[in-house]
């Protein structure tokens, strides 16, 4: 599911949970998951608003024991419903955040997005692999969607987050009149404080399965790749060593 289409479904829950009897737990939650910036210029022409939510295994958990209570659901309804929403998050490749902006005033302008916001783990800064594209056009008023950024190094193919203390997001404050001038705004969330239990369980199993399919997949392809590049390179090899032995036999 795309950044867009998840959005929705996303904002449909969180009503929900809202008026939900879970709704105070719910709210500890999201105020320790979720992080808030403003600015405003000294002119008041404009002013922004800025609430970003890290999707970590307790705010999932929390997402998912909500759900599961007002509906009262069994426990492989819970898990269908986890594994759904594991799925629609991309919890397999990404590290998903939901950005939610209100802008006031002189309307702001962040189009490429993805230059602009960056995720930072153990000093090292990555750009998002996908977010809501409705962020590159003028911004005034309210505008809410999802940011992936990448799960693995694409060098190493190692989990970014594995061994690091927290993790970082760094919103450029360049492309807002309200935040110019001022230092980048920096959202920073202490991974040691994360005591949700996605990993095991029945959904996050079959999420992990998916995710190695997924890469057995493409290995296959890179191996078909690599053994028509070798038997390109035996096929001359052998033409090479053919044309030797006819030259030195003359």
Same mark, same amino acid.
């Given at each position: ?39 405003? #210029? ?43 929403? /594991? ?30 916001? #960056? ?41 970014? /987050? ?84 006819? /030259?030195?036999?003359?």
């Amino acid at each position: 599911m795309t950044a867009k289409k998840f959005t929705v479904s996303l904002m449909i829950l969180l009503s929900a949970l809202v008026s939900a009897s879970f709704a105070d737990q719910y709210d500890s939650i999201l105020n320790q998951w979720s992080h808030e910036a403003k600015g405003a #210029t000294k002119e008041g022409d404009q002013d922004i608003t800025l609430r970003i939510t890290y999707f970590s295994n307790e705010y999932v958990d929390a997402l998912v024991a909500a759900e599961a209570e007002r509906n009262l659901w069994t426990s492989d309804e819970t898990e269908n419903y986890k594994y759904t929403l /594991l799925k629609n998050l991309n919890l397999g490749e990404s590290i998903p955040f939901h950005l939610d902006m209100y802008v006031r005033g002189i309307p702001m302008y962040a189009q490429p997005f993805d230059k602009h916001i #960056t995720m930072m783990v153990n000093g090292k800064k990555y750009a998002p692999m996908d977010y809501d594209k409705r962020f590159n056009f003028k911004l005034l008023g309210r505008r809410d969607g999802m940011i992936y950024f990448p799960r693995y190094d694409e060098k190493t193919g190692k989990e970014i /987050l594995t061994g690091a203390k927290d993790i970082r997001v760094i919103f450029d404050s360049s492309i807002s009149h309200a935040l110019a001038g001022k230092k980048d705004v920096v959202w920073i969330w202490d991974l040691s404080k994360d005591r949700g239990k996605i990993a095991g369980g029945r959904a996050a199993d079959r999420l992990e399965a998916d995710r190695l399919i997924k890469r057995s997949q493409k290995l296959d392809d890179e191996r078909a790749e690599l053994q028509k590049k070798l038997d390109e390179l035996n096929k001359e090899y052998k033409d090479i060593n053919s044309r030797i032995d006819e /030259l030195q036999s003359n």
